[in-house]
């Protein structure tokens, strides 16, 4: 059995998209971009998206309301993803997935490392840190995993809670209103709904916790992984050693190095990307370098705008 990886990317074709979709294929047989025309010429296993509007994404549609900041556009993408993926696998019979984010660097192979160790009847895996507090509400498809069972159950999810005004549409409610009164940022997106969805369901994997001596990475950016201040940073990211090619990273919970079987380059740590596919580049603490001189930079010339409006 070979488990598709799937990665969803629209509307661009950023030259770390490339960087993802060569690092899962070089360790996974089969790697695939859905995307759009913008992106088609990146990938040779594309499927083209730009005109699919399933069914219940139309349904799920006729009664969204957004209730963040985020741009609509931005926003949207990330709700269509989900339906797109369950059509995905419909038409392609498959009943199994790994989906991952654009800014995921892959160090395993999906099927042979991580599959074998989920539990039998497990229908999903997220990555979920332990901390909710503060209508955080949160977990994540950056890497995940997903059966055709667990999927459908996501989207009949999705539309139900925004179809029917039940306790769950007045949650999302009370979390936007929340954001709105704090002046914080971000509020009610589809990681809000995986959240909800998953946090009482026994046969939703957490990909934050360590699963025999491996685990997925939160974002390289923090320390956080499942546990607040989990692994130890250098150069304002998790501080790794090589081995064989594969990241280490020292976790304080249970004192000893955990492999991770992929690393997610969020927002300027995306700059490491490139660096990360290069065998010879993977000494970390060079990537580490160039994101902290790039994060003082832009902090710098930002300070300086502020100051020529001013």
């Not at 556009?73 to 059509?87: G, N, Q, T, V």
């Not at 192979?109 to 039998?120: F, G, H, I, R």
């Not at 999903?124 to 995993?145: I, R, V």
């Not at 740590?269 to 290069?278: D, I, T």
Request: glycine share 6%.
């Amino acid at each position: 059995m070979k488990i598709p990886v799937i990665i969803a990317h629209f509307d661009t074709a950023p030259a770390y998209l490339g960087y993802s979709l060569s690092s899962a294929a070089g360790l996974n047989s089969q790697v695939i971009l859905i995307g759009d025309k913008a992106n088609q010429h990146v990938w040779k296993n594309h499927w083209d998206a730009s005109s699919i509007e399933p069914e219940k994404y139309q349904n799920f549609m006729r009664n969204y309301v957004q209730m963040s900041d985020y741009s609509k556009k931005y926003e949207i993408s990330f709700w269509k993803r989900m339906f797109l993926l369950e059509e995905w696998m419909k038409v392609h019979g498959s009943d199994k997935a790994f989906l991952l984010d654009s800014d995921i660097i892959t160090f395993a192979n999906y099927t042979a490392d991580v599959y074998p160790l989920l539990p039998q009847d497990c229908i999903a895996g997220l990555t979920t840190p332990e901390k909710q507090d503060n209508f955080f509400w949160a977990a994540s498809t950056h890497f995940s995993y997903w059966t055709l069972e667990g999927i459908e159950s996501f989207t009949n999810f999705c539309i139900d809670t925004y179809t029917n005004r039940n306790n769950l549409r007045s949650l999302l409610e009370a979390k936007h209103k929340w954001h709105l009164e704090n002046c914080a940022p971000g509020g009610v997106s589809e990681m809000t709904l995986l959240y909800l969805w998953s946090k009482d369901n026994s046969r939703i994997y957490n990909f934050a916790k360590t699963l025999e001596g491996m685990a997925s990475d939160h974002s390289i950016s923090t320390p956080t992984n499942y546990h607040e201040n989990e692994y130890k940073l250098r150069f304002g990211v998790k501080q790794f050693v090589f081995k064989n090619g594969i990241p280490y990273g020292y976790n304080n919970v249970l004192n000893k190095k955990i492999k991770f079987v992929c690393l997610h380059c969020q927002g300027d740590a995306k700059l490491a990307m490139k660096l990360l596919v290069s065998k010879r580049w993977r000494r970390f603490y060079f990537a580490g370098r160039l994101i902290g001189q790039t994060r003082a930079f832009l902090g710098a010339r930002k300070a300086a705008l502020k100051q020529m409006k001013i």
